[in-house]
């Protein structure tokens, strides 16, 4: 079984920064990719940037030029700085982590969830 433990969220004023992290456990044959998401009550989950194992990037427009997605092969993490946050940025954070269990066995994990609020 793959567990993903996040922190790093909080409560920080517009214009501030916070840096959210993620690590992965378990029995894992490769990682093939992992990211962050972003849910406000009502709305469906969006992408906020995602990384492939190979450091390949993809943001949404909405944080390019603030959000800053980097991993760690090595520890199986993942990392999401947040700097000019704004009010519109307040949701919970998910890191998703996409690997394959064992050849041809793929999989997908969501975390729990942290919070970012930023207040104006």
């Known amino acids: 079984q793959v567990q993903l433990v996040e922190s790093g969220g909080g409560l920080v004023q517009a214009g501030g920064s916070l840096r959210l992290s993620c690590a992965a456990s378990?029995?894992?044959?490769?990682?093939?990719?992992m990211g962050w998401y972003r849910q406000t009550p009502g709305k469906q989950r969006e992408l906020v940037a995602t990384?492939?194992?190979?450091?390949?990037?993809n943001y949404a427009d909405s944080v390019k030029g603030r959000f800053t997605i980097s991993g760690d092969n090595a520890k199986i993490a993942v990392h999401l700085q947040m700097n000019s946050l704004k009010p519109e940025d307040t949701a919970v954070y998910y890191c998703?982590?996409?690997?394959?269990?064992?050849?041809?066995?793929?999989?997908?994990?969501w975390g729990q969830g942290t919070q970012v609020t930023v207040s104006s």
């Open positions: 998703h982590f996409h690997c394959l269990l064992r050849v041809g066995i793929e999989s997908g994990y």
């Open positions: 990384i492939t194992s190979g450091g390949k990037t």
């Open positions: 378990g029995v894992i044959f490769r990682s093939n990719a």
